[in-house]
C-alpha cells in the first residue's frame, strides 16, 4: 500500500501544477534557468533584436521624410515633378529595406525559439535516461511524454512574450526620442499617458491570468470528460448513465462558455480597445496643445502628421505586448515541471569511479544482499549464493517472494544497500556500466517491441551486428520459422508495441535479441503468458540453446525448465528457504518437494 | 461562401447578437472616419493660421467623442461576434456529445477515440471561426473598406483614391497565397511533432528493454535525429509566418509611394490641401486590416467548410440498435436462450460466431472459456445488443432481446468488461456509476462484495479518494475488483463477468466467486473467463475456439472428456502455483 500512496502523491503534484498560483521570485527564478537553454542560440536572438531596433528606427525615418517632404517642398508650391517622385522612390525604398530587417528579425527570433525548444527536448530525454527505473515506477508514462513534447511547446510562447516586450520597448523609446525631437512638450504630454498604460497593462496581466487559468482549467476538464466519455462509452451505455453523464458534461461545457465569454469580455474591455482609447484620447490632448502653440506661433502641418505618426507608433506595440503576457503564465508554470524533471534526483545506481573491470569466466556471487523498493518494506534478505561459470541456478517461489528483485538489483537497475554482488570475484560496482550490460544478457518477460522492422528489433541501435549474425541468432533460437513466413521477413514492419505478433512470436524474438549480442552471463525471467503448445516447445528449446556454455540464473515457473540446474534456491518472502540440487532438495521433502508434487501430480 | 449558408441556422437563432454585433461594427468604423479628417482638418487650418480657439475645442472634442464611441462600440462587437462564435463551439460540441451516447459499437470501431476527439476539438474550432473572425472579417472588410473609400473619395480626391489603391487588392492575394502554404507546411509540422511524440512514448515504454541492452546512447541519438529533422520541417513554418509582416509592408509601401508622387502634385497643384493628403495617408493605415482580412478570410471558410462538412456527417451516421415500437420495458425472466447461427462484425470477412446454441435456466451460471481471440466476448456482446445483425436468436425470460427497451434489458444486466475502464471521479462515485442515489452502506456492501473494501480502506481518503490521472494509481486487480463492485451495486437480474478476474490472486478470486454464490442465488451469471477456475461451478462450460462450441459440459464431464479443457485445466493448476511474479508489488 506504501506504494500505491507515494505514486498518490507523485501524481498529485504533477497534476495542480496549473492550479498553483507561483510567487514573483520564484516565477523569475524559474525563468532565469530555463532561459539558459536559450544561451546556445544566443547569436540568433541578439541578431534579430538588433535588426528590430534597426525596424523601430526605420518606423520613425519614414514619417520624418514625409514630414521634410510636405514642409519643404509641398508647402512652398510648384515644386517640380521629379523631386516628387524622388521622395516617392526614397520612401519605397525605405519600406522595401524596412520588410527585408522584418522577415530576418522575425526568422530569426522563431529559429532561435525553435532550436531551444528542441534543445531542451533533447536535454530533458537525455535526463530521462540518467534515472533509475524508481522514477519510471513511480510516473506515468503519459506525464513524461507530455513533459518532453508539450510542456516544451509553452517556451515557444514563452520567448515570444520576451520578443513582444522587446520590441515594444524599441518601438516606444524610439517613438519617444522621435516625439521629443519634434516637439518636447509634447512629447511629454504623450508621454503622461505611459503610468495609465502601465497600470492597465499591470491590471489586465494580473486579472487576465486569473480568467485565463480558469478557462484553461474548464477547457482541459471538458476535453478529459470528453475523452473518458468516448473511452467508457460501453459501461456508460450499459449502465444506462446517458443522461447523467450528458448533463454533466454539459455543465462543463456551460463553465467553459462562462470561462470564454468572461475572458472576452475582459480582453473586449483592456485590450486593444483600451490602448485604442487611450491612443485617441492622447492625439485629442497633443492636438489641443498644438492648437493652442498655434495661436502664437506658426505649426507646420508636417509636424502634425509627423507627430501623430509617433503616436500611433508609441501606442501600437502595446496591445501585442498585453496579449503575449497572458501566456507567461503558460510557461512558468510549463518551465517548473520540466525543472522538475531536470531537477530530479532518482538517478540510475552508478559504479564506482574509475571502474574499468572486464568480465571474462562469469562467476556470480550474491553475498548477504538485502534490498527493498521504498526503504521500509525489505524485499530481498540476506541473499547468499554462488554461481560458478557455466553452471545454471534456478530460482522458484510463490508470488511475491522476490524472485524478479533478485535480477532488478543484479542488472542494476535498482540500487542495493546491504550486501555485495561479485562478479568473477569483483565486486559488481567495479564493472563499467557497459560492461554489465553486455556480458550480461537478460530475457524480459514482458518483451516490448520498437516500431521498426524484425532485424532492427534483433539488433536494436547497435549497427555493428550484421544481418548474418541478425539471421543466426533468428535461427538459433528457432524464430526464422515464424519470421521466414511473414511478408517481407526480416524486414517485415513492427508497429506499436508489436501488436501483431503474439506473445510467444515476442518471446522468441526477445531470445535473438539476447543471443545476437552473445553475452556471457544469462538472465532469464520466464514468462507466464499463455502460449500455445507449439510454441512453447519452441521456447523450451530455445531457452535450452541459449544456455549453453553460459552462466544462467533462470526464474521458472515450471519446474521442468530448471530441473538440471546445478543449484536451485528456493524464496519465501525475500528469505532463501531452501538450497540445492534437485534431487538434494527432493530429499529435504520441504518447500521445493510440495511444488513438485504438485506439478507431477498435474503431469 | 456555402458555410455562411450551411451555418443560417445558427445565424437565425442568433439573429439578435449578429444584428447588433454588424451594428456595433458599423458604428465603429463610421467613428473611425472621424480621426483622420480631423488631423488633416487641424493641421490645414494651422498651416493656414487659421485656427481659432472656438474651431480647436469644436474639432478635438468631436475627436473625443469618436474615441468614446468607438472604445464603446469595439467592446459591443467584440462581446456579441466572438461570444457567438463561443456559444456555436458550445452548440456543436453538446450535439456531437449527446450524438457520440446514443451511438452503437460498430460506430466506435469505425471511428478510433483520438479522431472523434479531432473531430470534437479541431474541427469544432475551425467552425467556430467562421462564426467570429469569418463574420467579422466579412462584413469589416465590406463595412471598413467600404465606408473608408467612401471618405477617401468625398473628403480627399476620388482619382488619388482609385489610383492609389491599385496595389491593395495584392494584400488579399498574398494573405491567401501565404495563408495556404502556411496551413500546408503547418501540417507537415504536425506530423513531425507527432513523430517525436511516439519517439518519446515507445522510449519511455521500452526504458527497461533499453536499459538492459545499454542502448541509452544509441536511442538519444535516434531522437537527436527526429530533433534534427523537426527543426528543418519547422524552419519552413518560420519562413513562411515570417513573410507575412514584409509583404504587407511592400505593398503598403507602394500604396504610400503612389499616394506620395500623385497627391504630391495634387497638392502643388492646389487640387486637394496638404491636411487632405495627411487624412488620406491615414485612410490607408485603416485599409490595411480589412484588406488583409480578405484573404485570410477565404482561409477561415475553406477550413471552415471542410470541418463543418466532416462533423455534419459524424452527425448524420445512425445507430443500427434499434428500439421497438412499444417495447418491453422490463425484463420477463433472466433465463437466456441462445440462439446464433452465424454472426460477422461489420466490415469483416470471416464470420466471428458460428452456431453458438445455449440455454441457461434462471439461476444458473454459464462459463465462457477459450483463447483469447476465440469469441467469448462476440457472445456477449450480442446479448448487451451491442450489435443487432446477427442470424438468429436471443432470448431472455422468453422475449426476444430485441424486444425489450434498451433500458429496460440493459438495467437488468451487470456487466463487467475486460478493461473495466473507470471514471476519474471518486472511489465511491465509481462504485455507484449506475446508481447515484445509493447509500454509503450499500456502496461499502457493494465493495465488500467485490472483496475490494479493505483496499479502499487504506487508500489515503478512503471512498472519496479520486481514481485516475488525478488520485490513486490503482493495480489492474483492484480496478477489476471495483468494476465487479460496480456491477454489483444495483443487483443485477444477469451479472456478466467478461474475463474480470484474470488480474485478481486466487485467494482473492476464491472470495468473490464465494460471495457471487451467496448473494446471487435465484440470479443468472455468465462467466468468461481464461483462468478455468472461475467456472468450476458453472452449470455449464462452452469451450470457443474459432468463434465455435468445441467442447461443452460441466468441470467434470469437460475433465473426464480429455481435451483441450482438461490440458488447460493441468497447465494452469501448475502456474497458479508458481505464480506470476510481482514480488508484492501489484
Known sequence: ?603 | MGIFIKLSWFFKQQKKRYIAGVLFLLLADLAGLIPPRVIGVLADLMNDRQLTLQLLFLWVGLLALAALVQYLSRYGWRNMIWGGAATLERELRTSLFSHFMKMDETFFQRHRTGDLMAHATNDLNAIQNVAGAGILTLFDSILTGGTTIIAMMVFVDWRLTLVALIPMPLLAVSARVLGRRLHQAFGESQAAFSRLNDKTQESISGIKVIKTFDQNQPDVADFEKIINKTVRINRKVYRIDSLFDPTTSIIIGLTYAITIAYGGWLVTTHVITLGQLISFVSYIGALVWPMFAIGRLFNVIERGNASYDRVAELLGEQSLIKERPGAIEALAGSSIDYHVAQFTYPDDQQPALTKIDFDLAAGGTLGLVGRVGAGKTTIIKLLLREFDNYDGTIMIGGKNVKDYTLEGLLSAIGYVPQDNFLFSSSVRDNIRFAAMDKSDLEVQAAAQQGAIHDDIQNFRNQYDTLVGEKGVSLSGGQKQRLAISRALITMPEILILDDALSAVDAKTEMQILENLKQERHNKTTIIASHRLSAVVNASEILVIDDGRVVERGTHEQLLALDGWYAEMWQRQQISAEMGADQDGRD
Open chain 1, 1 to 603: 500500500m506504501a506504494e500505491t500512496n507515494s505514486t498518490d502523491k507523485e501524481n498529485q503534484t504533477h497534476q495542480s501544477a496549473w492550479t498553483q498560483s507561483i510567487s514573483t521570485k520564484d516565477q523569475v527564478k524559474i525563468i532565469a534557468r530555463v532561459m539558459k537553454y536559450a544561451l546556445p542560440f544566443k547569436s540568433y536572438f541578439l541578431i534579430a533584436l538588433v535588426f528590430s531596433a534597426f525596424l523601430a528606427t526605420i518606423n520613425i525615418l519614414l514619417p520624418r521624410l514625409l514630414q521634410y517632404f510636405m514642409d519643404h517642398f509641398l508647402n512652398k508650391g510648384n515644386t517640380a515633378f521629379n523631386i516628387i517622385l524622388d521622395f516617392a522612390a526614397l520612401y519605397f525604398l525605405g519600406t522595401v529595406l524596412k520588410a527585408i530587417l522584418q522577415f530576418f528579425s522575425n526568422y530569426l527570433y522563431s529559429m532561435g525559439s525553435e532550436k531551444t525548444l528542441e534543445n531542451v527536448r533533447l536535454v530533458l530525454f537525455k535526463k530521462l535516461h540518467t534515472l533509475g527505473m524508481r522514477y519510471f515506477d513511480l510516473t506515468p508514462a503519459g506525464s513524461i511524454v507530455s513533459r518532453v513534447t508539450n510542456d516544451t511547446m509553452s517556451l515557444m510562447d514563452f520567448l515570444a512574450v520576451f520578443a513582444s516586450v522587446l520590441t515594444g520597448l524599441f518601438a516606444i523609446i524610439t517613438a519617444f526620442i522621435a516625439m521629443y525631437t519634434t516637439n518636447s512638450v509634447s512629447a511629454w504630454i504623450v508621454l503622461g499617458f505611459l503610468p495609465i498604460l502601465l497600470l492597465a497593462i499591470w491590471y489586465y496581466s494580473h486579472y487576465s491570468s486569473r480568467v485565463y487559468r480558469h478557462m484553461r482549467e474548464k477547457l482541459s476538464e471538458l476535453n478529459v470528460k470528453l475523452n473518458e466519455s468516448i473511452e467508457g462509452i460501453n459501461i456508460i451505455q450499459e449502465f444506462r448513465q446517458e443522461k447523467r453523464i450528458s448533463d454533466e458534461f454539459e455543465a462543463t461545457n456551460q463553465d467553459y462558455l462562462n470561462a470564454r465569454k468572461a475572458m472576452i469580455r475582459t480582453n473586449s474591455l483592456l485590450l486593444s480597445s483600451l490602448i485604442n482609447l487611450l491612443y485617441a484620447l492622447a492625439i485629442v490632448a497633443v492636438l489641443t496643445h498644438f492648437g493652442l502653440v498655434a495661436q502664437n506661433q506658426f505649426v507646420e502641418a508636417g509636424v502634425i502628421y509627423a507627430f501623430t505618426t509617433y503616436v500611433s507608433n508609441f501606442f501600437n506595440p502595446m496591445s501585442d505586448m498585453m496579449d503575449s503576457l497572458s501566456s507567461l503564465q503558460d510557461g512558468v508554470v510549463a518551465s517548473s515541471r520540466i525543472l522538475r524533471i531536470l531537477d530530479d534526483q532518482t538517478y540510475a545506481p552508478a559504479q564506482n569511479e574509475g571502474a574499468h573491470g572486464e568480465i571474462k569466466m562469469g562467476k556470480i556471487e550474491f553475498r548477504h544482499v538485502s534490498f527493498s523498493y521504498d526503504g521500509k518494506n525489505k524485499i530481498l534478505n540476506d541473499i547468499s549464493f554462488v554461481a560458478n561459470p557455466g553452471e545454471t541456478i534456478g530460482i522458484v517461489g510463490h508470488t511475491g517472494s522476490g524472485k524478479s528483485s533478485i535480477i532488478n538489483v543484479m542488472m542494476r537497475f535498482y540500487e542495493f544497500y546491504e550486501g555485495q554482488i561479485l562478479i568473477d570475484d569483483r565486486d559488481i560496482k567495479d564493472y563499467p556500466m557497459s560492461e554489465i550490460r553486455r556480458k550480461i544478457g537478460l530475457v524480459l518477460q514482458d518483451s516490448f517491441m520498437f516500431y521498426g522492422d524484425i532485424s532492427s528489433n534483433i539488433r536494436l541501435f547497435n549497427q555493428d551486428i550484421s544481418d548474418e549474425q541478425v539471421y543466426d541468432a533468428a535461427k538459433f533460437v528457432q524464430a526464422d520459422r515464424f519470421i521466414e513466413k511473414l511478408p517481407g521477413k526480416y524486414h517485415a514492419r513492427v508497429i506499436e508495441g508489436g501488436a501483431k505478433f503474439s506473445s510467444g512470436e515476442r518471446q522468441l524474438l526477445s531470445f535473438a535479441r539476447t543471443v545476437v549480442t552473445d553475452p556471457k552471463i544469462l538472465v532469464l525471467d520466464e514468462a507466464t503468458a499463455s502460449i500455445d503448445t507449439e510454441t512453447e516447445t519452441l521456447i523450451q528449446e530455445g531457452l535450452h540453446r541459449i544456455r549453453q556454455g553460459r552462466t544462467t540464473i533462470a526464474i521458472a515457473h515450471r519446474l521442468s525448465t530448471i530441473r538440471d540446474a546445478e543449484q536451485i534456491i528456493v524464496l519465501d518472502a525475500g528469505k532463501i528457504v531452501e538450497m540445492g540440487s534437485h534431487d538434494e532438495l527432493l530429499a529435504k521433502h520441504g518447500h521445493y518437494y510440495q511444488l513438485y508434487q504438485l506439478q507431477q501430480g498435474q503431469n
